[in-house]
C-alpha cells in the first residue's frame, strides 16, 4: 500500500501513437485512478480534472488520469468529452496494483477485481504528499486542487 510521505513508485505508460509518459516526471503531479472510459463516474471526474486543467497548471501541476483500458479507447473518450487532462494505459495492471488500487470488488453480490477509484497528489521530488482512496467524484476534482493550492500556492 502506497502512503503519504512515501517515494511514489515510477511507471513509463504509453499515452497514444508512440508516446508515453513517466509518472512521477520530475513536477507536481495529481495521478487519478478510474475503473473504466466513458462510464458516468469515469467521465464525470475526467471532464471535471480537465476543466479545472489551467488552475492546476499554474500551480505548475500536471494532471494524469489512469485506467486498464486500451489507448485507443482513451483516444476515443478523449475526442468524445473533449479532455484535456493526459490518460495512459495500464492494461498490464503494474501500476494499479504498485499504487494498491486493483482490488476485490463486489456488486449485485458477485466478486471481481476492478480498480479502486483514487488520487494521489505527488510532489515534484516523486514523495506522495495526498492521497485520497475509495473517491466519490462530487466535489473531488476540488478537494484536490485545495489540497494543490496548500502544497504549491
Known sequence: MVNIGDQAPSFTLPTGGDSSLTIPGGQPTVLFFYPKDDTPGCTTEAKGFSAEKSKFAALGVEIVGLSPDPVKKHQKFIAKHDLTVDLVSD???KALE????????SMYGRTYMGVERSTFLIGADGKILEAWRKVRVKGHVEAVLDAAKNHFG
Open 91 to 93: 492494461e498490464e495492471r
Open 98 to 105: 504498485a499504487y494498491s488500487v486493483w482490488v476485490e470488488k
